[in-house]
C-alpha cells in the first residue's frame, strides 16, 4: 500500500507490526477500527525516563532508567519462585525480578555481557536494588531514554506495546498534500497535517489545545463538518421544484383575526419562509425558536399559502396530544376555509382507510399526524409541504429521506424548541437553512423562578392551595434518575399520595410504567381542567399548550442542566396569567448549581441559557446534541473554538460563492468519516 496516500490510515489494524487477532480485537471493543481511529487516542500524561542514574545513586520506590551488564541468570528449581537476573555497573549491582516469565524470554532480552538499559520502579530487597517485572528494556538506550506517553488503555494492552503502535504509526504517516488555500494554513503558521499529528502525540504537547498544531486539527475536523453539510445545501438547491404561486393577502387576512399581533421575527421568519416556498428551489429549513416563541402559528400560515398555492400539506408531531392540539388550532384558525384532517392511531380502520383514499384523490388539504403519516400506504396526490414539529431526534440522513419521500415538489420546514448555541446550531442543522424566532409574545408575561429547599416543602403548598383558589392548575415533576428507576416509580406515587390527601380527587399521577393510552387520557383530562394537579415522573411533552397551568414545582431539580430546566419551566407561562417555577433540593447547593439557579432566574432566554450551559457542562450534554445524530467531535469544541468554527463558516461561504471545486478536499472527507455521507445521500 502507497504510504503516502490516506488509504494507509483507513487501512486494517491487522497491517500494523505487532497487531495479533487479540490487540486488535481488544482496541475494536475501544472503537478504534482502522490506523486513523489510533491517532485520536490521545496521551493523558508521561512517564521521563531519558535520565539514566549509576547503581548506587537509584532511589527507593522512584521510576528509574539505568545501563546495566547483564552477569548470571538465578532461575531457581521450586516452582512459584521468580526469576533473577544479577546485573551490574561500575558502581554496584542490581537484581531484575520476572514473576511468570519464561527462561527463554528472559534470556533473549537480558543477554549476558551485553550493556542493556533498563527502565523500572526501584526497590530495596535485603541490601539490594531491584527492579520487578521491567516492562521496559532494549540494547538500544535511544529505545528507553525518552519521553513514555501513558494511555487510557482497555486492559489487556500494556503502555509499552501501545507506545510501540503509535510510534510506528508516526514513522510511517503518509505525507498528505496540503488540502488548504495558502491564507487558511497562515492562520496555523503553515503547519502541515502530517507535522501536526507528530506534535499532538509529543509528551510535552499534553493538553496544548491552544498551539498551532491542535487548533489545525480542530479546524480540519469543524471544515469537514462544514463542508459536507454545503455539499448537501448545493445538491438540495439544485432539486428544481414548481414556484408556489400566493397571494400575501390570504395571511393578511388570517393575521389581522389573530387576537395577538405578530413579533418581529415571526414576521421575518415568515417571510423567508415564504420566499423559499415561492422559489423554484426546494426548501430544506429549521425554524428554531424557544418555548412559547410561536412558531405554530407560522407554520400554520405558511401550510395556508402552500395549499392556496394548490398543493397538499402534511404536518408531523411527535406525539398524538400534539397532532391533536395543533389540529385543533388549525381549524380554530382557518374556520373551515381548508379540509383538515387528523390521522390517529386511536381511529378505526373504516376511518383510516377513508382518510388514506382522501389523501390520494386529494380531498384533504392539511393532514395532522405523528410518524406514521409517512408509512409507505400513505400516498399524497400532491404533497408540497411536510412540517415535522420537535425534530431533533433526526439525524443529516433522516431529514434527506424525509425530503427526498415527499417529492421533487415538496418543501420541507423542520421546527424545534430547543434553542442551542449558534456553534451547535452550524454543526447539527448545517445542512439547512435556518430562521430563529427569539422574541416571545407581547401578552406573555416572564415565568418567575424560585429555589427552595424541601425542608419549605409547607411554603411550596401554601402558595400552590392559593393558585389552585384561583382556579388554576400545578405541574409537580418527580424526575427520573437513572440509576434508581425503582424508588422515583415509588417517590412519585408516594407525592401522589401525599398531593391527594390534601387536594382529594384533584390530582393525577403520570410515571414511566403509564401506558400510551392511558397517558394521553390522563393529559387531556388535565388539558379540560378535570385535575388541579398533575404529579409526573416524565418529561411533560415539550409544545403542548397547558393555559391554565400557572406553577410547575420540579423535585432533585439539581439532577438537570440548565437547558432541561428551561424546557421544563417552558410548560408554564402559555397563557396571559403571571406563572411560577419552583426548583426544589435536599440540601443546600453546591457553587455550579447555585450557578444554574442564579441564571435561570436572570434569564427566560432559551438560546443564553443553552450557550451558559454548553459552558457549565461541555456541548455533549446539551439538549438536542445527543439525540442530533451529530458524531462527538475528536478534538473540537464548540465552547472554546468558536473562533475556529467562524473561520470555517467564512471560508465555506467563499468556496460556495465562487463555486470552487472541492476534489482536493476528498482525502480530508474520506479520513473524518464524511465523505460517504455525500456518497449515500446526495
Not at 498528505?176 to 499532538?200: D, G, P, V
Not at 430544506?284 to 400539506?313: C, E, H, M, P, Y
Not at 424546557?567 to 435536599?586: A, E, P, T, Y
Request: aromatic content about 8%.
Amino acid at each position: 500500500m502507497n504510504k503516502n496516500s490516506h488509504k494507509y490510515l483507513l487501512s486494517d489494524l491487522s497491517n500494523l507490526r505487532g497487531v495479533g487477532k487479540k490487540t486488535e480485537s481488544l482496541l475494536r471493543k475501544k472503537g478504534i477500527n482502522n490506523i486513523f481511529d489510533l491517532l485520536w487516542k490521545l496521551p493523558k500524561t508521561y512517564t521521563d525516563r531519558s535520565y539514566t542514574s549509576k547503581i548506587k545513586d537509584l532511589k527507593i520506590f522512584e521510576i528509574q532508567t539505568v545501563s546495566v551488564t547483564p552477569l548470571k541468570y538465578l532461575f531457581p528449581r521450586v516452582r512459584n519462585l521468580p526469576n533473577k537476573v544479577l546485573c551490574k555497573d561500575d558502581t554496584g549491582q542490581l537484581e531484575c525480578i520476572f514473576f511468570n516469565s519464561y527462561e527463554g524470554y528472559i534470556k533473549k532480552i537480558l543477554p549476558l555481557g551485553k550493556i542493556v538499559t533498563i527502565s523500572g520502579k526501584v526497590s530495596n530487597f535485603r541490601n539490594k536494588y531491584q527492579i520487578t517485572n521491567p516492562k521496559y528494556i532494549s540494547e538500544n538506550e535511544d529505545l528507553i531514554k525518552t519521553k513514555h506517553n501513558e494511555y487510557s488503555l482497555t486492559e489487556g494492552i500494556s503502555q509499552n506495546i501501545y507506545n510501540k503502535i503509535i510510534n510506528q504509526i508516526l514513522l510511517n504517516l503518509p505525507d498528505l498534500k496540503e488540502w488548504h488555500k495558502q491564507h487558511i494554513c497562515k492562520k496555523f503558521n503553515n503547519i502541515s497535517w502530517n507535522e501536526a499529528i507528530k506534535e499532538l502525540h509529543k509528551a510535552e504537547n499534553i493538553g496544548q489545545h491552544s498551539k498551532n498544531f491542535y487548533q489545525r486539527l480542530a479546524y480540519d475536523e469543524i471544515f469537514s463538518f462544514f463542508l459536507v453539510n454545503s455539499e448537501i445545501r448545493k445538491k438540495i438547491k439544485k432539486i428544481k421544484k414548481q414556484k408556489k404561486i400566493f397571494n400575501n393577502s390570504i395571511q393578511e387576512n388570517i393575521i389581522s383575526k389573530l387576537k395577538f399581533k405578530l413579533t418581529n421575527d415571526q414576521i421575518k421568519a415568515l417571510i423567508e419562509i415564504n420566499d423559499d416556498l415561492k422559489s423554484e428551489n426546494k426548501m430544506f429549513r429549521l425554524l428554531q425558536g424557544d418555548v412559547g416563541s410561536g412558531k405554530t402559528i407560522v407554520s400554520l400560515i405558511a401550510s395556508l399559502n402552500s395549499i392556496k398555492a394548490g398543493f397538499q400539506v402534511a404536518f408531523m408531531a411527535p406525539t398524538e396530544i400534539l397532532a391533536r392540539q395543533h389540529y385543533n388550532l388549525a381549524k380554530e384558525l382557518f374556520d373551515n376555509k381548508i379540509n383538515l384532517d387528523l390521522l390517529s392511531s386511536k381511529s378505526e380502520n373504516k376511518e383510516k382507510k377513508i382518510t388514506i383514499k382522501k389523501l390520494n384523490e386529494n380531498k384533504i388539504d392539511l393532514i395532522f399526524g405523528t410518524h406514521a403519516i409517512f408509512q409507505n400506504k400513505i400516498q399524497f396526490k400532491k404533497l408540497g409541504l411536510v412540517i415535522i414539529d420537535e425534530q431533533h431526534k433526526f439525524g443529516v440522513n433522516q431529514r434527506k429521506k424525509l425530503s427526498d419521500k415527499g417529492g421533487e415538489n415538496c418543501d420541507v420546514l423542520l421546527m424545534s424548541a430547543t434553542p442551542i448555541p449558534r456553534t451547535l446550531t452550524m454543526t447539527i442543522y448545517g445542512d439547512m437553512d435556518v430562521s430563529i424566532i427569539k422574541e416571545k409574545p407581547k401578552s406573555r408575561k416572564e415565568v418567575k423562578t424560585y429555589s427552595k429547599l424541601d425542608s419549605k416543602i409547607e411554603d411550596v403548598l401554601k402558595f400552590v392551595k392559593k393558585e389552585i383558589n384561583n382556579d388554576n392548575q400545578i405541574f409537580w415533576v418527580c424526575p427520573l434518575i437513572e440509576e434508581s428507576k425503582k424508588i422515583d416509580h415509588e417517590s412519585a406515587v408516594s407525592k401522589f399520595k401525599f398531593l391527594s390527601k390534601i387536594f382529594p380527587d384533584q390530582v393525577a399521577l403520570l410515571h414511566g410504567k403509564t401506558d400510551f393510552d392511558e397517558k394521553e387520557k390522563i393529559l387531556n383530562n388535565f388539558l379540560k381542567k378535570k385535575y388541579k394537579i398533575l404529579v409526573s415522573t416524565t418529561v411533560i411533552e415539550v409544545g403542548i399548550d397547558f393555559p391554565n397551568a400557572t406553577v410547575i414545582v420540579i423535585e432533585n431539580a439539581n439532577k438537570f442542566g440548565i437547558s432541561q430546566l428551561h424546557q421544563l419551566r417552558g410548560r408554564v407561562g402559555r397563557g396571559s396569567k403571571q406563572s411560577n417555577c419552583i426548583l426544589m433540593f435536599k440540601s443546600n447547593l453546591s457553587e455550579n448549581a447555585k450557578k444554574r439557579i442564579k441564571i435561570l432566574k436572570s434569564s427566560n432566554d432559551g438560546f443564553e441559557i443553552s450557550e451558559e450551559d454548553m459552558k457549565l457542562r461541555g456541548y455533549g450534554d446539551i439538549l438536542g446534541f445527543k439525540q442530533s445524530g451529530v458524531k462527538t467531535f475528536k478534538l473540537a469544541d464548540p465552547i472554546h473554538n468558536s473562533d475556529l468554527f467562524k473561520i470555517a463558516e467564512k471560508e465555506i461561504n467563499r468556496i460556495e460563492k465562487v463555486n470552487e471545486d472541492i476534489s482536493n478536499f476528498k482525502p480530508l472527507l474520506k479520513l473524518y468519516d464524511r465523505a460517504d455521507i455525500i456518497n449515500d445521500i446526495v
